[in-house]
Nanobody, 113 residues
Framework: QVQLVESGGGLVQPGGSLRLSCIAS????????MAWYRQAPGKQRELVAR???????NYGDSVKGRFTISRDNAKNTVYLQMNRLKPEDTAVYYC???????WGQGTQVTVSS
């Protein structure tokens, strides 16, 4: 069965960096587009970034220039490098497989001094 397991969340100070990882299993990872979403308390889940099988990417407006999505098909892993973090980036971050709409369990990112 499809599984998406996120890791790498935590507490970081404003201006800091984190890298999230999502290890996928149960499908041919290299064929599929993957994404990161986030959901802050009291807000709707929003797209952070997407990466397609050929490597093309797109980003939510609030993270452009600060976050980078990438993938390693040999490791069945998608990454989210987050730089210059702001308190408003605080949220649960979810890995998402576009084909079939599968979600990971989420990882908490808290940006606070």
């Amino acid at each position: 069965q499809v599984q998406l397991v996120e890791s790498g969340g935590g507490l970081v100070q404003p201006g800091g960096s984190l890298r999230l990882s999502c290890i996928a299993s149960g499908f041919v990872f290299s064929n599929d587009a993957m994404a990161w979403y986030r959901q802050a308390p009291g807000k709707q889940r929003e797209l952070v970034a997407r990466i397609f099988s050929g490597g093309r990417t797109n980003y939510g407006d609030s993270v452009k220039g600060r976050f980078t999505i990438s993938r390693d098909n040999a490791k069945n892993t998608v990454y989210l490098q987050m730089n210059r973090l702001k308190p408003e980036d605080t949220a649960v971050y979810y890995c998402y497989r576009l084909n079939g709409g599968y979600w990971g369990q989420g990882t908490q990112v808290t940006v606070s001094s």
